[in-house]
T-cell receptor
Framework: GAVVSQHPSWVICKSGTSVKIECRSL??????MFWYRQFPKQSLMLMAT?????????EQGVEKDKFLINHASLTLSTLTVTSAHPEDSSFYICSARSGGLGPQHFGDGTRLSIL | EDQVTQSPEALRLQEGESSSLNCSYT??????LFWYRQDPGKGPEFLFTLYSAGEEKEKERLKATLTKKESFLHITAPKPEDSATYLCAVQAERNSGNTPLVFGKGTRLSVIA
């Protein structure tokens, strides 16, 4: 149980392109979804928290106009990296939780490479 | 500010050589402490949740314990397939209720056959 699917797993695109990443909870209703960024050999850095039907809450230093988050249903959240540049290249991971307590369940991440 | 510190940063063990990973934390009211396993190029896989000091959880060769200041992940007679990065995270009590996990940097475990 508690499966989170993230798609795509790998993206290579040119600078200036916008990239959309999908995160789906397959067997539970995700009232809250979280988006993280991870650099090599570093821990997960929280980018934003989104509750279904509400605007996302962004962490300090994360540009909300750069990283657009939509959480329109209890099973789907999307992260769009707008006008991506090489410095946006990273490993992006989503996670989901049902309710306010308990573990977050993670997708397998998206490796984004901007040329 | 909530903080999680894991040690050692990296650990190399021979197969069968038991050891422990440490997770020290400071948080204004602990709601829960979580252990995850992360393989290269994958998202973290949930292992355990601990809610109160004195609590212990076990799964196969892994055992997690919790005190008021730290948690240990004990690995008994590890096998090469236990090689991974082990992440510790805490969830703090907040009036808002739904708070995200704060992660440590992890311990990279290598088990050599």
């Amino acid at each position: 149980g508690a499966v989170v699917s993230q798609h795509p797993s790998w993206v290579i695109c040119k600078s200036g392109t916008s990239v959309k990443i999908e995160c789906r909870s397959l067997d539970f209703q995700a009232t809250t979804m979280f988006w993280y960024r991870q650099f090599p050999k570093q821990s997960l850095m929280l980018m934003a928290t989104s509750n279904e039907g509400s605007k996302a809450t962004y962490e300090q230093g994360v540009e909300k106009d750069k990283f657009l988050i939509n959480h329109a249903s209890l099973t789907l959240s999307t992260l769009t990296v707008t006008s991506a540049h090489p410095e946006d290249s990273s490993f992006y991971i989503c996670s989901a939780r049902s309710g306010g307590l308990g573990p977050q369940h993670f997708g397998d991440g998206t490796r984004l490479s901007i040329l | 500010e909530d903080q999680v510190t894991q040690s050692p940063e990296a650990l190399r063990l021979q197969e069968g050589e038991s050891s422990s990973l440490n997770c020290s934390y400071t948080v204004s009211g602990l709601r829960g402490l979580f252990w995850y396993r992360q393989d290269p190029g994958k998202g973290p896989e949930f292992l355990f949740t601990l809610y109160s000091a004195g609590e212990e959880k076990e799964k196969e060769r892994l055992k997690a314990t919790l005190t008021k200041k730290e948690s240990f992940l004990h690995i008994t007679a590890p096998k090469p397939e236990d090689s991974a990065t082990y992440l510790c995270a805490v969830q703090a009590e907040r009036n808002s209720g739904n708070t995200p996990l704060v992660f440590g940097k992890g311990t990279r475990l290598s088990v050599i056959a």
